[in-house]
């Protein structure tokens, strides 16, 4: 079965930086694409980032510039650096795996910034 685990979440200031990673228990990890999803409350969940599996990158226009998306296929992990955070980034992060005929989630992780 796979899991997504995600982690590195937490409570930070404004201008702070965090990153977050999510590890992927399934065999040929290089062969998806990654993603990084925010649901913040209130607001219907929103895309972030992505890194394809030849690792070219896509951005939110509200995070282009202060995020980064990466990925270990050998630890079979993708992270994303946050930085120049602000209240407005505050929201559960959710890792998603993608390749053709699959669509995985994980369980998010919660990122809160305030002073």
């Known amino acids: 079965q796979v899991q997504l685990v995600e982690s590195g979440g937490g409570l930070v200031q404004p201008g702070g930086s965090l990153r977050l990673s999510c590890a992927a228990s399934?065999?040929?990890?290089?062969?998806?694409?990654m993603n990084w999803y925010r649901q913040a409350p209130g607001n219907e969940r929103e895309f972030v980032a992505a890194?394809?599996?030849?690792?070219?990158?896509r951005y939110a226009d509200s995070v282009k510039d202060r995020f980064t998306i990466s990925r270990d296929n050998a630890k079979k992990t993708v992270y994303l650096q946050m930085n120049s955070l602000k209240p407005e980034d505050t929201a559960v992060y959710y890792c998603?795996?993608?390749?053709?005929?699959?669509?995985?989630w994980g369980q998010g992780t919660q990122v809160t910034v305030s002073s």
């Open positions: 890194i394809t599996t030849g690792g070219s990158t």
């Open positions: 399934v065999s040929i990890f290089s062969s998806y694409g």
């Open positions: 998603r795996m993608t390749r053709f005929g699959y669509d995985y």
